[in-house]
């Protein structure tokens, strides 16, 4: 069974992203909690969260709803296909999204950032 993860942006006073916040059964035991105020912090967490997809990339990097990624000259961002109930990765030149979860990820993609910032091209 994959790891029940999630990881939430954190922002500076400037409203610019500064990294991740990692919450959710991250050793698989014990429980940790979104950052924010106790009555807020789930919904705002539920807003921004991503969620871990329980694959890897070709560097063993884990893959986060929200990523970017780059196989075959070709930029993809992670997203939840509610149609198949699966991840998938959307083709940003055409909008196709195809199953992630049927490809060898682990071979082919590789993580260039995410919604909030791109790591290189």
């Known amino acids: 069974m994959r790891p029940i993860k ?3 942006p954190v922002w500076d006073e400037h409203n610019k992203f500064k990294g991740w916040h990692y919450w959710g059964f991250i050793d ?3 429980f940790t909690e979104p950052l924010g105020e106790p009555e807020s912090s789930y919904k705002e967490a539920r807003e921004q969260c991503q969620q871990y997809t329980g694959i890897d990339d070709k560097n063993g990097v884990e893959i986060y709803e929200g990523d970017r990624l780059k196989s075959w000259n070709r930029v993809f961002t992670v997203v939840w296909n509610q149609d198949d109930l699966q991840w998938g990765a959307k083709n940003e030149y055409n909008g196709i999204i195809s199953s992630l979860c049927s490809w060898p ?3 082919q993609f590789e993580i260039i950032g995410d919604i909030y910032e791109v790591k290189g091209k």
Request: no cysteine; proline share 0%.
């Open 6 to 8: 999630f990881r939430q």
């Open 28 to 30: 698989g035991q014990s």
């Open 105 to 107: 990820i682990s071979e």
